[in-house]
């Protein structure tokens, strides 16, 4: 996240989990499935979001739905290894 800041973009990390209620259920706070782990935005205001891997971790359909979906809606989007993929994601 500091690469990409020191880049000038603006990048934050998606907060997600769960919680219990006090009768015992459980509650899903944050966003959507599949939502990416970082979004932002450039200076040009152009939005991105990026789905962070280890190099074996594995994509699950919800989060490539996601991404796709962003994509098909002008934002840039991709699944990053490396802080090197982010940068390419953020540059288009």
Known sequence: M???SQ??????????G????????WFDTG???GHAD?????????VFYIEVKSET?????DQINFLETMR???AL????RSVEDAMKIING
Do not use: M
């Not at 880049?7 to 997600?16: H, L």
């Not at 935005?41 to 152009?46: A, E, M, S, V, Y």
């Open 18 to 25: 769960k919680v219990q209620t006090i009768d015992g259920r």
């Open 72 to 74: 098909k809606n002008g």
């Open 7 to 16: 880049a000038g973009n603006k990048i934050f990390r998606s907060n997600v």
């Open 31 to 33: 966003l959507p499935k």
């Open 57 to 61: 971790g594995q994509v699950r359909p």
């Open 38 to 46: 970082l979004y932002g935005f450039r200076p040009d205001g152009q």
């Open 77 to 80: 989007a991709g699944i990053a």
């Open 2 to 4: 500091l690469a990409v």
